[in-house]
């Protein structure tokens, strides 16, 4: 069996698939804030007892978690110290003098994670071709880590000036902290992200330091927990790129998982939209405490090189913590199952981005939580059966949801409870639809030729509707959507990423030097697939290189061919990539300008031996005693209305039915509205055509 374990804000999900015969088995379990791996071993457990399969039969764990995401968000990282070079102690608070909201007089930055006086400098100096302009002074550099670790620092980040092009400096301090302090965690820039861009690059080795004496011991901790069962599959982690990698890898590299809850759900949506031939993909992942969207265009989700964490503005770029780490082009929102929803100074309806988690929960899960959330209203509004919630593991009361929105909601807003649950379900919904366009728009992409594959606990009660306001005229639910990250977890490929930059005009480029580096990325990674054990197919190697028209400050990566270059016509096939990709990109690109290159990448795929195309779901969980209908909500409908209820184990391939229908599985609610037709594919997901409003005038 492999093993799929996705750790979200109230519900950790776990898939498993046995390897012989595609056969798969899921549980969902509370998540345990305190310590994440409480609820892994109670779901592992469950899976296990499903199984009724000799504990040696599970050979590979693959773990989301988004521990290093929320760490850096709540700012629960480790003391942490920062060594640069002299003149560069500031770059944290200076970054890049950009005002990200230029008409806001009172604007807030994100506080550094490292205050000012765990920051030293040491004297040397290297020049941007890595040759040395002044020696270090590692005598100096000695006594500042001295200093910084009898302060009471656990962890400090190492970033030189110009040390991705020579890392002698940082290796020579790094290898004398750690000899005369073994306990300290060490990260160096030129391992975390060698690239240009001083800031950037301090920004996410700081954030490196600051969460990995967190994740080093919870990812101990959770391997000696998992091998006290009597367990020792071989143990992975899902990287923010859509891959994964080895606990020891994770432990080095923390920072490249900041996205890793996130990057299941986009592996698995691709995969399902490839099988029922949909290239271009909105994939809509919605769970208790969050919602996910990734834009998928020609079968695979776009992979950046640059994102942020903790924002202080949703949508505003630049008021976040920048990361140079490679991450699937994601958007988080504050939108889950378990958001709160309450009224603002001008008692105006917010969802969110508050939650109630798994504990209290939601009012309904009847654990102590008082304040009405979106499950809440969805369960007053009809779409949840209140017997059947996670197959009739939990109970949900639903007096108590009709109590919440009342005392909070309703009597606020002068509405009857039901009025008001279909005001906080508007609402977070317009919110994710409004956040996608924007998304989208930013890429140049125009959602309404996509189709919308949904997934998660919560994302198909919600999607028929964000898809009615984004005008996606098809939405594609899989089998299993409820645990749909994990699924993805345990099919993701293993991947290993590396970069160098090298900034030259393309006319100037030596191609020697494209080689050398090239050939040192493709040592480096052979070296780390070396160490994960399971990866028997052949590799995918990538080349790709981030451009620009020179005098720009943003860049654009673009595919390169797999070879030596340095013959005649490699400048004019780059020219002929990177406008085609820029025009792509911006709707035109400018003849006759001049480019450079920046940074060279990298990539290597090893597939997984596990297809989605070969799995089969379990289907316990079926009950022919169950209500085959009920009133729900349809806004079109003008209210409450009788609404058939289908269990998603009785449909068989080829079955068509009409909306308004509840399409209910263990893990999730497929909620259609009247008008719609969906269709059985021959995989079993569910195809929808949704009934549009008619556009207005």
């Given at each position: ?11 950790t ?11 798969v ?6 998540t ?10 109670t ?10 399969a ?200 923390p ?14 949506a ?7 031939g ?10 208790g405490?969050?919602?996910?969207i990734?834009?998928?265009?020609g ?5 950046v090189?640059e994102?942020?964490?903790a ?26 199952g ?12 917010q969802?969110?981005p ?10 309904c899960?009847a ?37 919440a ?7 606020a ?11 906080i ?13 924007v998304h ?9 030729g ?15 509707d964000?898809a ?18 994990a ?6 490929p ?102 450079e290159?920046?940074?060279w990448?990298?990539r290597?795929?090893?597939?997984n ?19 085959r ?53 021959s995989s ?14």
């Amino acid at each position: 069996m492999i093993l799929g374990v996705d750790v979200g804000g109230t519900f950790t999900d776990l898939v498993a698939i046995n390897e012989t015969d595609g056969a798969v088995l899921s549980a969902k379990t509370s998540t345990t804030p305190e310590d994440p791996s409480k609820g892994i071993l109670t779901g592992i457990g469950i899976i296990l007892k499903l199984a009724g399969a000799q504990r040696e039969s599970m050979t590979e764990l693959v773990h989301g978690t988004t521990l290093v995401a929320n760490a850096l968000i709540e700012r629960k990282g480790a003391q942490t110290g920062l060594i640069t070079t002299k003149g560069f102690r500031d770059i944290l608070e200076i970054g890049r003098e950009t005002r990200f909201d230029i008409y806001d007089m009172a604007i807030r930055r994100p506080e550094p994670l490292v205050e000012r006086w765990r920051r030293a400098t040491v004297s040397e100096r290297l020049d941007a071709e890595g040759g040395v302009v002044e020696p270090l002074d590692e005598t100096q550099a000695m006594a500042v880590a001295d200093g910084l670790i009898r302060g009471g620092v656990e962890s400090i980040a190492i970033c030189l000036m110009h040390s991705w092009a020579n890392p002698s400096h940082e290796k020579a301090i790094r290898d004398r902290v750690k000899a005369a302090f073994p306990d300290t965690y060490v990260s160096i820039s030129f391992d975390v992200a060698p690239e240009i861009r001083e800031y950037e690059r301090t920004s996410t080795t700081v954030a490196n330091a600051y969460v990995q004496p967190m994740m080093t011991r919870y990812l101990v901790r959770l391997r000696q927990q998992i091998e006290g069962l009597g367990l020792k599959p071989r143990l992975q982690v899902m990287l923010s790129s859509g891959g994964v990698t080895t606990f020891g890898q994770a432990a080095n590299l923390p920072v490249r998982l900041v996205e890793s809850g996130a990057a299941g759900g986009a592996i698995a949506a691709s995969y399902w939209g490839k099988l029922a031939g949909h290239l271009k993909i909105v994939a809509f992942d919605m769970g208790g405490t969050t919602a996910k969207i990734t834009l998928i265009d020609g079968g695979r989700p776009e992979i950046v090189n640059e994102l942020e964490v903790a924002r202080l503005h949703r949508l505003k770029q630049g008021s976040g913590l920048p990361m140079k780490t490679a991450s699937i082009d994601v958007i988080e929102i504050g939108a889950g199952g378990g958001s709160i929803a309450h009224l603002d100074n001008l008692q105006l309806l917010q969802v969110g981005p508050q939650s109630a988690g798994a504990q209290p929960g939601p009012a309904c899960y009847a654990r102590g939580g008082d304040k009405p959330t979106v499950t809440d209203a969805d369960l007053v509004l009809g779409y949840l059966d209140p017997n059947y919630f996670l197959g009739g593991a939990m109970a949900l009361d639903r007096g108590r949801a009709q109590k919440a929105i009342g005392e909070t909601v309703a009597h606020a807003l002068g509405c009857s409870i039901e009025q008001a649950a279909a005001h906080i379900r508007a609402t977070v919904n317009d919110g994710m639809a409004r956040a996608l366009r924007v998304h989208a728009a930013e890429r140049g992409r125009d959602v309404r030729g996509f189709t919308l594959v949904t997934f998660g606990g919560a994302g198909p009660t919600h999607a028929y509707d964000i898809a009615r306001l984004l005008r996606i005229e098809r939405i594609l639910c899989p089998f299993g959507a409820g645990v749909a990250s994990a699924l993805g977890f345990a099919v993701a490929p293993k991947v290993v990423d590396d970069v160098r930059s090298y900034v030259a005009r393309l006319s100037d480029v030596d191609w020697t030097r494209v080689n050398a580096l090239f050939a040192e990325m493709q040592e480096h990674t052979r070296d780390v697939l070396a160490q994960a054990e399971g990866a028997t197919l052949a590799p995918k190697v990538e080349y790709m290189v981030e451009m620009r028209y020179t005098g720009q400050t943003h860049n654009i990566t673009v595919d390169l061919p797999v070879r030596k270059f340095g013959q005649e016509g490699d400048a004019a096939d780059m020219t002929r990539r990177f406008q085609s990709t820029y025009k792509r990109r911006f709707g035109h690109a400018l003849s006759g300008a001049s480019i450079e290159t920046l940074n060279w990448r990298l990539r290597v795929t090893v597939p997984n031996a596990v297809g989605l195309q070969t799995l089969h779901f379990a289907e316990a969980g079926a009950s022919a005693a169950r209500p085959r209908e009920r009133m729900a909500f349809f806004e079109e409908a003008g209210g409450m209305i009788p609404c058939k209820v289908y269990s998603r184990y009785e449909l068989a391939v080829g079955d068509v039915l009409a909306g308004p229908a509840l399409i209910e599985e263990r893990e999730s609610t497929f909620v259609v509205g009247p008008g719609a037709k969906i269709t059985v594919d021959s995989s079993r997901n569910l195809i929808v055509d949704v009934h549009l409003p008619a556009s207005p005038a």
